[in-house]
């Protein structure tokens, strides 16, 4: 009795313990910022009057600098900051004003007043251009302020709660979100001239327009949210491109999308499932990355995306669950997690850059991971992307085409190479090298394969024994799963012919004495499938082929991926698309060992084609040195 | 403000002054049948609460006068164990939280019948006002008595309060009146009218009127700029009436039926820097007519049955919206008819049983709810056995909880039990195990984009054990209490942030466990004319998230909820001047459920005086009072944002005949 009364304290001394609370790990990295420093504006929690300014460098981390540099809050609910000419602009909405501070000091310039002692303004998003700053309001105005004198020098009415505000082609832009109304938004752009600083047009829009972006062709991106549906608990939501010279919308697309950020060519957006980051080239609107982190970093709540324009770097704030303390996240442009910061502020919103506006190139940070150096060849098979991927121009010549292959091998974002089908191939050289790692994976092709559309290539590796450069070494062959268990044939050989017009079917035949023909799909690729800058008029390719099929699952076409060791077959965050430089195999198929490799040739290692997917052909985004 | 407030009590005391009184045959006052099941040690209050099978609190009127509490509110948060959530001044809404398990889980009552609100699930607390208030009881758990209903007998916690009867010191009419007037344009005038209308029956009718500008000065600290700000948009009026008709020993046993009407309207005041915009308003009407008939059937048998009929209609208004109105103006208007049927059977002389039925039906139309306007019938059973013998009390029994508009249908188990351990020493114990349930509100299920209809109802298991120490000798008695309790919760209806920060949701994902211990004492003594009343008290709370173990608010403390507090209530009386100190003790507390030392509240203190006199005129009293709240002028902020009044001061006058 007394031993279980004795264990019976014990085990509440015990549990006591055990309660203690946990506190966010703060890894903070300044370290890793080099000579970059960030400002992040976290917005609080309406109505506490807890808006904070956090600042990090590599020396220093304040978490609120305005508090420290000022000896005040903030305010309520900031909602938008802007560095601009040494100055940093904050729209604090709910206290009604909007903050100027000097960048460096962080002390207040001036506290810009908006609204009166009976009505809020509620300032909501900030613009700059040409020594003005143009402010949008929830009650629906739109206010320019000279960055000399400091305060509203005019104010011009537009449509209902605007959101966003953004500057493209001499004009600027408003969203007029209607938010304030539930079920009966707006569903307008204003167009303001910036010279008159009038209302020239509205252009109509998907109802509950928010959050824009511009690239560097100044086309608008604008998310629509529409109207909120209480049976599904969700929005159905639009991402409009608008063309600034004719004001009009140019495309829709019906995507998931709560927020956009743009580096200038792509479109970064994010939905509703709130930890997933879709990248899209802003050129076309081709989704070439369905999740741009790729190292399974965990992210609660994406609450904002800002990218560093000096080197891409990707900073993501997580919100975690709006009402305790978020964190910010900083990738490369890879997706691959270069540093973070916790504990943060409450809905951390915005990072915006010191001398973001001075670009200095001396400050060039070095990304993670390397791309390659040059591309030696760029041998593709007739397919339905070559001549798009990369896109072929009247008069290009080989060299020109393997120039514009490099450049999209460069980062992940930057769209993809085609290798065609069969036996179509890349060859590129890393200087310097790629160690052998011993087990460990040692690089990694990047495609565009998710589940159900795998597009498997052999890759071969080769080190410059000779040291001249040029790939004339001996090539050996990453022996994959599909190599071990022998369901490969090799020296599979096929050749394709010239079509009669550029646009006509191609035909082939192979050294089985098949032969067929290569459909097209038009209305999706209408351009010629045969590589327009060669001479000859017939390629013939020889290779490795894997055996495999297509299965038909649920009305459509399904390429399931072969295990590991290929290029383009398992998604880019799965693990088995790695490859280890231990794998390769010599031609009798007996492993080789090797210090390091030099040149890298991935070769498409399937020949099948389907109805409304066309041939399986190897796409990649780049190859990276892990 | 002044002019109006004179007028009301010149009026007030020239009506009292002449009025003839006629002598009644007997002097009555009205009690309530007694429970005839029990053997009780004595039958104090103190030995009331010293047998009860669960730990409870009350203050008696003398008590709640000396705490200077013109609301139920501010009375209870001298109580062990209740933690109030104000948001600040003098109307703002006020709920409380005992034990941590937040303010859905306690059950108001008026005089036994449930005070409900299917909109919120809460009840404001600061509507509730003292005036004519006999006792304020909070039980924690199970209640000794079996005649009571089934929904009081299946909340966590039950807050009873109990109403003044009338009582006539030889005449056929009672008058008892209450003028206050204090800082900040306070000022509140109250008066009952008792009669007894035959040798049965009696009747009183009171009648409650207060208004406060509430425009007391706080200091907005801003890093260095501090600044002394008056609360603006923060008046707070109110009236109120009320009619009650009770008789005992009638055919149909002991009757009461009150008529209640209320009407207030107040400002909400804001705290944004540097923002001076303050455009919110509410009002809230709220009427019921409730009755309850006991009668005893047999010797042996009791039926109890209470009616209950209440409509309310509240308005939120603010002025200062950007959308195509320019305001918000919500309505909602709340119906209930509630009816209850409770039988107890002696089945021996120490062992009874009762079972409870209850029925309600409950609507409320909004301009903000989704598609349907909410709707709920809902039935409440409990079926419980109580044995009372010499040196031990055990109560036991289900409670069952069934609602037509949502799929809940569960059986919710109870034990509790009192032993009179060393009945020489009087020492009891007492343990207690419950599982309490929370259905979720119309607010949680249907309120525009908020609401999700598929929420499960909010369970609590609460287990507490303790013990009671109490003494008397002849005009002393004293007693001392410590209790342990753990509550785990499950199933938390919590707003959870959905897609967007917009987009709140309401679902099933909380985990709290709550535990600590309650300890506190009870003094009171009189010798010859001078007496003393003495409670203290001291609550460590540990209430913890335990909803995700890799959360980041895992195993912290919840928000708004002080590990430590504490409560004084001294009370002195000599022949007819008497005067009291209280205080009102927090410790350190988190606005935000992440602990983190950015959202460290500071701990606090709040002390209160008020002294007495009491005359006496031919046959009536007069008591005129001064009262200082919050002596010391502490600030402090129980809700972010919204800061509590520094000191004010009152006068005041009672006059009873």
Known sequence: ?626 | MIKKFVHIAYITLLFCLSYNKIQAEENNDILTGADIAEILVNDTEMGIKANAVTSSYSMDNKKIEATGALQVSDALKFFSGVAIKDYGGIGGLKTISVRGLGASHTAVAYDGIIESNMQTGQIDLGRISTFQVNSIRLVNGTDNNLLQPAILSSSATTLNVESSKPIFTGNRYSINSSLRYGSFGTASAMLALSNRLSEKWASTLSAEWNESEGNYPYTQQNGNMSEVVKRENSDTKRIKTDIALMADNTILGNITIRGYLHSSQQGLPTNILYNPVTSERTWNNDCFVQGQIKKNLTERSTLLVVGKYSYNHSRYLNTDVNNSLGVTDNKYIQQQSYLSAVARYNLTDRLSASVAEDISYSTLNGNNFSILKPKRTQLNGAYRIKYAGERVVTVTGVNHIYTTDIDINRVSPFVATNIHLFPRHGINIRASVKEAVRIPTFNDLYFEQVGRRDLRPEKARLYSAGMVWSKNYRDTEFMLYSDFFYNDITDKITAVPGKSIALWMMRNIGHTISRGFENGTELSASYNDFSINLSASYTYQRAMDKTNPAGTTYNHQLAYTPRHSGSVILTLQNKNTGGSINNFASGAYYSNSYNGKEYRMPSYSETGVSVWHNFSVKNSTIQLRAEVINLFDTRYELVTNYPMPGRQFRIGTNITL
């Open chain 1, 1 to 626: 009795m007394k031993n279980r009364l004795f264990l019976y304290i014990i085990l509440l001394a015990v549990t006591a313990c055990s309660d203690d609370p946990l506190f966010l790990d703060n890894s903070n990295n300044n370290a890793a910022l080099q000579d970059q420093g960030i400002y992040v504006l976290c917005e609080g929690l309406f109505n506490q009057n807890n808006s904070t300014l956090a600042y990090f460098d590599k020396n220093s981390t304040e978490k609120n600098i305005y508090y420290s540099a000022n000896n005040r809050k903030l305010g309520d609910t900031a909602n938008d900051i802007l560095y601009y000419d040494n100055k940093i602009y904050i729209a604090v909405s709910v206290s009604d004003y909007v903050e100027v501070i000097d960048a460096g000091s962080c002390k207040s310039i001036k506290m810009i007043p908006f609204g009166s002692e009976t009505h809020s303004a509620q300032p909501r998003s900030i613009a700059a251009y040409q020594d003005k700053i143009y402010v949008c309001c929830y009650d629906g105005t739109v206010c320019r302020i000279d960055t000399a004198a400091l305060s509203i020098e005019k104010s011009i009415k537009v449509g209902r709660n605007p959101d966003d505000i953004a500057i493209a082609n001499q004009k600027i832009y408003v969203s007029n979100s209607g938010g304030l109304d539930f079920q009966n938004p707006d569903n307008t752009i204003s167009v303001i001239d910036i010279n008159s600083f009038t209302e020239i047009k509205k252009i109509q829009v998907h109802p509950n327009p928010g959050c824009m972006a511009t690239d560097s062709d100044e086309r608008l991106f604008v998310v629509s949210r529409g109207i909120y549906n209480q049976q599904t608990n969700s929005y159905d939501t639009r991402l409009h491109i608008i063309d600034t010279d004719k004001d009009a919308v140019s495309n829709t697309l019906n995507v998931d999308v709560t927020n956009i950020a743009s580096d200038g060519s792509n479109i970064y957006l994010y939905g509703e499932s709130k930890n997933k980051v879709t990248v899209m080239e802003s050129a076309t609107c081709q989704i070439y990355n369905n999740s741009f982190i790729m190292d399974g970093t965990q992210i609660e709540r994406i609450y904002g995306i800002d990218i560093n324009p000096r080197n891409g770097d990707v900073y993501i704030c997580d919100a975690i669950d709006y009402v305790t303390p978020g964190s910010i996240f900083c990738f490369d442009k890879f997706g691959y997690l270069k540093f973070s910061f916790s504990n943060v502020g409450i809905n951390p919103n915005e990072v915006v850059f010191a001398n973001a506006d001075n670009l200095n190139s001396s400050i060039q940070q070095q990304p993670l991971f390397r791309t390659p150096t040059a591309v030696l060849a760029y041998r593709p098979a007739p397919g339905q992307f070559v001549n798009e991927m990369p896109l072929y121009k009247e008069g290009d010549n080989d060299s020109i085409m393997r120039a514009k292959c490099l450049e999209k091998l460069s980062n992940t974002n930057s769209g993809y190479v085609s290798l065609g089908g069969f036996g179509g191939s890349i060859t590129v050289a890393f200087v310097p090298g790629i160690e052998n790692k011993a087990d460990d994976y040692d690089f990694q092709i990047l495609g565009n394969a998710f589940t159900g559309s795998a597009e498997p290539g052999i890759i071969r590796v080769s080190a410059d024994t000779n040291n001249n450069g040029i790939a004339d070494d001996e090539w050996f062959e990453i022996a994959g799963s599909e190599h071990l268990a022998g369901n490969i044939t090799p020296n599979y050989t096929v050749t394709y012919l010239r079509p009669e017009t550029p646009t006509s079917p191609i035909e082939w035949s192979d050294n089985n004495g098949a032969n067929g023909i290569m459909d097209r799909l038009d209305s999706f690729h209408p351009q010629p499938y045969y590589p327009q800058w060669i001479e000859e008029n017939s390629i013939t390719v020889s290779g490795t082929l894997i055996h495999h099929n297509l299965e038909y699952v649920s009305g459509q076409w399904k390429s399931y991926p072969k295990d590991w060791g290929y290029a383009d077959n398992q998604s880019n965050n799965n693990e088995k698309s790695k490859i280890k430089i231990e794998w390769a195999t010599d031609l009798d198929g007996n492993p080789v060992v090797l210090e390091k490799i030099d040149f890298i040739e991935i070769i498409t290692a399937v020949h099948l084609q389907e109805d409304l997917i066309g041939e399986l052909s190897t796409e990649i985004s780049s190859i990276i040195a892990l």
